[in-house]
């Protein structure tokens, strides 16, 4: 099956740094990802949608100038949370798919925990 | 508000009998219905799909029904083995919403004991 890797699977970091976040889509192009946060014990949220060469499509509640968001390639989506704080302190998960409408071929990476100091 | 909603945070099944994982939605117009398995620190991954037009479909030891006019899916396992301990997650989606982005329940934990 499709793989989608995610750098790094952890990350510590002092409260007001920015934190960058790389999805990749290894043997697959992706002309959409998904970028979404799990607090514990809780749902997946959708954060944003991006695909390749356009800006992202936040959710509702969703701070773009805090939450930056590029797919400069078809393999490759990147997410920066800027000026990071405690309460971005989350599991952050992305997804990439093979087309812009088929929903069921979204693959996952394995996530990322970031820990905001 | 919750589109997607499992109520049932965990669920504990002997190994060998059937597992049953439940799903309710409230936006009639979801037209496809995935389940995904995940294990802690890792990404989900896919299980099993169905799409509106179905009310069953089964992959090996996993079906998944769907019934319509009560807004409800379930995902059965049968029969369940250790190795399915994992926390499900059903999720939604809508070909007329923003290109079926995936709308996700709260999860259910299950634990399958030998």
């Known amino acids: 099956g499709a793989v989608v890797s995610q750098h790094p699977s952890r990350v510590i970091c002092k409260s007001g740094t920015s934190v960058k976040i790389e999805c990749r889509s290894l043997?697959?192009?992706?002309?959409?990802m998904f970028w979404y946060r799990q607090f514990p014990k809780q749902s997946l949220m959708l954060m944003a949608t991006?695909?390749?060469?356009?800006?992202?499509?936040?959710e509702q509640g969703v701070e773009k100038d805090k939450f930056l968001i590029n797919h400069a390639s078809l393999t490759l989506s990147t997410l920066t949370v800027t000026s990071a704080h405690p309460e971005d302190s989350s599991f952050y998960i992305c997804s990439a798919s093979t087309v812009t409408v088929s929903y069921n071929e979204q693959f996952f990476g394995p996530g990322t925990r970031l820990t905001v100091l | 508000d919750q589109q997607v909603k499992q109520n049932s945070p965990s669920l504990s099944v002997q190994e060998g009998r059937i597992s049953i994982l439940n799903c309710d939605y409230t936006n009639s117009m979801f037209d496809y219905f995935l389940w995904y398995k995940k294990y802690p620190a890792e990404g989900p991954t896919f299980l099993i799909s169905i799409s509106s037009i179905k009310d069953k479909n089964e992959d090996g030891r996993f079906t998944v029904f769907l019934n319509k006019s009560a807004k409800h899916l379930s995902l059965h396992i049968v029969p369940s083995q250790p190795g399915d301990s994992a926390v499900y997650f059903c999720a939604a989606a809508s070909i007329y919403n923003q290109g079926g982005k995936l709308i996700f329940g709260q999860g259910t934990e299950l634990s399958v004991k030998p």
């Open positions: 043997d697959f192009q992706a002309t959409t």
């Open positions: 991006s695909n390749e060469g356009s800006k992202a499509t936040y």
